[in-house]
């Protein structure tokens, strides 16, 4: 049984309880100060508790308490302070950011900015170039860019014109000057820089003065994300998506803001609220898009004035193909789902696609797949292997399988005469070229040679450049 | 009849009615005296078993297996008869009135060991000025240990004595092979291991007319076998691309890493073929069978490899489960109650 008090503090002078008062004035005062500074502590806080505090031990803190079961003992103090949690929305914008510059990145002494020339000669085939500012604002305004890509690391937004560029900006000039339609669809594994060639393509657009417009992507038509109401009288019934329609033409306006500016509606538009007289500027069109409720008739006009004929070439892009090419989340008033194609901005898309609503100043529609967020849509996969073996020339094209029932018709139809381009890894001439620009940015700190090249080729899959970046940049070891 | 019966089934089990097993035996002990286990030696069921069948007294000496198919009792005597007519089959005669033993052994508690030991020193006193070849070229062998013959002889080997033996068996196995006599192989045929590690030797990885060196590597659950080629570093995995067979980037260098290592990444191309096991297990095989592949282009990298830890399987696997814990090692959670 040990001792209730503190042994240490009996040892020590110390006035008892019991003594009378008197008593103690005959004690020295300097016995009195070493008995009264004797629960000690190096800190404040705990001299506070011990001594200086006495909420609770009026006796110094040194009766010991009986044992005590001591639950939760391993407990981690939940109550710490945390700091303030991030208000709705901004984990997501913080996610979401697009960083295009990072001052940190070295200059690269020799980069030029990209001519409208530029992306045409086959002699720039791997060479990096940069997106000149102006086209970056309007890149940006069209959401060409993606969070996933790693523009943040470099200082100037910079891009590797591959061998494939060349020819698919040389498709799309050859195609604007006959006022035909290219249309294409871009495949190919994961991380081959689908996503990159479409902005190429709109880079190109841009420097050429077409009119963009782009969905970023399908999925936000297709997932139920934004509103949706059927059209008034059509039949069978379409659905129109408002918001994301104004959306789409204000960033129709901002991004082609030179070109619109310099054009003029031809005709007239008597269905619009607003009365928008021939002749008048067609920013003015856009720019009477204020709210959701008549977005969609304010686009019908838009778009038949900017596929009128005279206009200059026009771009219509898509990301994210296989969003589109299934049934849909929308419900229809019965509660059956919507077909994707019976939503009219999709339809718009789909049918350009198909060749249905060609373009009458020529121009290009891109589409391109996903691979890292994409539902199955087996029609439109094989639709594109079939499309590929045939521009192959290959001796068998691939066949439905007879035994499977996911087919749809209308995506079959809709891909029916779409040319195929399928990326793959960049050669090593190509890889070189963007090993030097990282390394020259002070990103890469390695000589870029042969073996360091080949290697880092290799490691990234044959040469797929997300993964080539994966593996030299991404996974630094400094 | 039940005489016959009785001898019947005496014949069946091998063992013969008791007046003729008593002079048998005799007979036995004196061949082992005086034969020394020659071929007329001992296996005498078959014989017996047909001399208890007729009920004849006719002596029961060995004789082939082959001849009993169609004997009767007039034909296992003439048979009899010819056997001890038969020069070879002559029984000798003793000529001491003590039989004096063939083996110096016989009255020793070790007879075989020492009768092995007395052969090799003989052999030795024969063949001992024959020429050697140098220690590093003898054909390596594992003779068996002390404790391998003790247990096999069921005698009390003595280690010095093994000693001295095992030293004279090396003698006599550094004789050169092409000068070696019969008896000095045969005698030494004895002292093997019946497993012999040294004659393990894995068939040599070949390149084939196509250019092609297929190694096998393993590692955890996982088997990777690939085929290197000369190339330019693609690299295909189950049909996939590197990058596409491994997410991690980590893995895709350990795969990779025994080309990495040598600076041949651009040298070469890989295809191969990876199942069981998980990423890890598979990138490791796959380096294992890269490696080895690799050898068989250039056998001169093999010292490179092996510093680059390319060479050796790593034999680690998961650890069982043991009754009473939870995993391998950990314990339950220890419960009040």
Known sequence: ?478 | MAALRQNLTGALRGSCPGARLQWQTLDQQFHALRLGGSSSSSSITAAAAKASTSTSTSRCMSTDAQNDSNSNTSGSQTEFRSIIASPENTLRIATHARPVPLSPSYFSRQPVFNDSYLTLQKLMRSYGNLPVIPAGQVERVAWNTLEDTRQTLGEHVKASDYAKCIELVKRLHAIHPTLKPEAVTAALQAFKRNVQPFSNVPNPIVVDKFGRALGVGRRKASVARAWVVEGTGEVQVNGKNLADAFGRVHDRESAVWPLRATARVDKYNVWALVEGGGTTGQAEALTLAIAKALMAHEPALKPALRRAGCVTRDPRRVERKKHGRVKARKMPTWVKR
């Open chain 1, 1 to 478: 049984m040990s001792a209730p008090n503190c042994l240490r503090c009996l040892l020590q002078l110390r006035p008892s309880v019991a003594l009378p008062r008197h008593l103690l004035v005959a004690r020295s005062t300097a016995a009195i100060a070493i008995a009264w500074t004797a629960p000690f502590s190096t800190t404040t806080a705990n001299n506070a508790k011990t001594g200086g505090g006495g909420s609770k031990d009026k006796t110094g803190g040194h009766i010991r308490a009986g044992k005590k079961i001591k639950l939760g003992k391993f407990k981690k103090n939940t109550t710490a302070d945390r700091g303030k949690a991030p208000a709705p929305g901004e984990r997501k914008a913080f996610r979401k950011k697009i960083l295009l510059s990072n001052n940190n990145a070295l200059p690269v002494p020799g980069l030029v900015d990209l001519t409208p020339e530029h992306m045409l000669d086959p002699q720039n085939a791997a060479t990096v170039l940069s997106i000149p500012d102006a086209v970056v604002d309007q890149l940006r305004a069209v959401e060409a860019f993606k969070p996933t890509q790693c523009w943040g690391v470099f200082r100037k937004p910079s891009m590797l014109l591959r061998t494939e560029t060349i020819d698919l900006m040389n498709r799309m000039k050859g195609a604007a000057k006959q006022k035909q339609t290219l249309r294409l669809v871009v495949t190919g594994d994961r991380i081959t820089g689908k996503s990159m060639l479409l902005l190429q393509a709109m880079t190109h657009a841009f420097l050429n003065d077409w009119i963009v417009v782009n969905i970023p992507e399908g999925q936000e038509l297709t997932t139920a994300s934004t509103e949706y109401a059927a059209i008034p009288g059509s039949d069978p019934v379409r659905y129109m998506q408002q918001t994301y329609v104004l959306k789409l033409i204000q960033a129709i306006r901002k991004a082609n803001e030179k070109v619109l500016s310099k054009l003029s509606t031809v005709q007239s538009h008597p269905e619009l609220p607003q009365h928008i007289p021939v002749g008048s500027p067609l920013m003015q069109l856009a720019n009477s898009a204020k709210e959701a409720d008549n977005a969609w008739m304010i686009f019908q006009a838009l778009w038949q004035e900017l596929t009128a004929r005279g206009r200059p070439p026009m771009l219509f892009a898509l990301d994210g193909l296989s969003h589109i090419m299934k049934v849909s989340d929308y419900r229809s008033p019965a509660f059956e789902l919507i077909h994707a194609h019976d939503l009219a901005l999709v339809r718009l898309f789909v049918e350009s696609l198909g060749g249905a609503g060609a373009f009458p100043n020529g121009g290009a529609v891109l589409a391109a797949t996903s691979r890292g967020n994409s539902p199955r849509a087996p029609s439109m996969e094989l639709a594109l292997q079939q499309r590929e073996a045939e521009q192959a020339k290959a001796a068998d094209v691939p066949q439905p399988d007879p035994f499977f029932r996911g087919y749809d018709e209308r995506v079959q139809a809709a891909l029916r005469t779409v040319q195929v381009l399928k990326l793959s890894g960049i050669s090593k001439l190509e890889a070189r070229v963007l090993m030097e620009y990282w390394a020259a940015s002070g990103i890469l700190r390695t000589t870029v040679d042969e073996s360091a090249v080949s290697e880092k080729w290799t490691l990234g899959g044959n040469g797929v450049v997300g993964e080539m970046e994966r593996a030299a940049l991404l996974t630094m070891r400094l």
